[in-house]
């Protein structure tokens, strides 16, 4: 890592942190030591901090709520941003909603739909109980799922047989050349803040538009339905029922990073039940188990190390594809 990186951040004002131990940012509890951990403030810093790296032809891993990512053991060279403080969710000006948006029908423009923008960093927690407490109906299946705003776009989240993108009417990210970019000239590496409208057709179970794609989500605005303070126990009661299915499926038990596999309708069954009938479910290695109760799984049961993990995904996609022929595909993010 070029160490100037802590003249300039400390320039610019931005916060940051060296040889910072990332396992407790992240809901596997897995990972080594982060050489450089940036945590800017608000988008304009987010902004700045990409320039600085590429202006330092300098790769980084943008970190959202550390949900469904596995950091190595060993020190972690590459600069991690972390979105944790662009926290803020609100309700938008309803004369914003666009009938010219594609997502919009003569429903969706009713005068009881309403738009709630939240920045990148925001807990999916801090979304769903702002939406309860401001008696907005559509994202109760998402309560009790960890994890950040950003996060939940960039895999597009999907949760009791709802994704993510089914509410989202908006976006704004940032957008950067390719590097290390020693050849490119300074206009090339500019940084540009973009703003777009929900297109359906860039939007897949598990695919957003955002994968493999040089861009950073700094906030999304969803479309949701305003109902009256004579609804909130029907929505807060909604809630809790997806809560309570998260925790009696033993979500919680242990630290992990939910559903390792995405499913693939062509193998006719989720991937969990394709890998309960292998005879999986408990398999163990390292500090790293199949959960007993969930065959798409994988928990840390005794101080897990990312080897074991990504050792336990390898021998279960080798298992599965001499059992059925089938190829695995992870939803899970080896950083």
């Not at 919009?104 to 009713?110: I, K, L």
Request: charged share 20%.
């Amino acid at each position: 890592m070029d160490f100037n990186l802590t003249d300039d951040f400390t320039k610019a004002g931005i916060a940051f942190t060296q040889n910072e131990t990332i396992a407790p940012k992240t809901t596997f509890k897995v990972g080594g030591i982060v050489k450089f951990f940036i945590t800017p403030e608000n988008v304009r810093e987010l902004k700045t901090a990409i320039n600085i790296l590429q202006s330092r032809n300098s790769n980084f891993f943008v970190l959202g709520g550390g949900s469904n990512v596995v950091f190595p053991d060993e020190d972690f060279e590459c600069p991690v941003i972390s979105t944790e403080k662009l926290n803020s969710v609100y309700i938008e000006d309803s004369n914003n909603i666009n009938s010219n948006n594609s997502t919009q029908t003569e429903t969706n423009t009713a005068p009881d739909k309403v738009l709630v923008t939240c920045l990148a960093g925001t807990p999916m927690a801090t979304f769903v109980n702002f939406c309860t407490k401001n008696n907005l109906s559509g994202a109760e299946a998402f309560a009790g799922l960890p994890g950040s705003i950003g996060g939940a776009l960039f895999m597009n989240a999907r949760c009791f047989d709802k994704s993510i993108s089914d509410l989202l009417y908006s976006t704004q990210h940032l957008e950067y050349s390719n590097f290390p970019s020693e050849e490119k000239t300074d206009s090339e590496k500019a940084v540009k803040i973009v703003n777009a409208p929900f297109k359906a057709e860039e939007w897949d179970y598990k695919k957003s538009p955002f994968q493999n794609q040089n861009k950073i989500i700094t906030q999304a605005t969803f479309l949701l339905t305003q109902k009256t303070p004579q609804d909130h126990d029907e929505i807060e009661k909604s809630c809790k029922f997806y809560i309570n299915e998260r925790v009696s499926k033993g979500h919680f038990k242990y630290p992990s990073a939910g559903s390792v596999f995405k499913n693939n309708h062509a193998f006719g069954k989720p991937s969990g039940k394709i890998i309960d009938e292998a005879g999986l479910k408990g398999f163990t290695i390292g500090g790293a188990q199949v959960a007993p109760f969930h065959g798409n799984f994988i928990i840390n049961i005794n101080h897990a190390k990312a080897s074991d993990i990504k050792q336990l995904v390898t021998y279960i996609q080798k298992v599965i594809s001499e059992k059925y022929g089938f190829n695995l595909e992870t939803e899970i993010i080896f950083v």
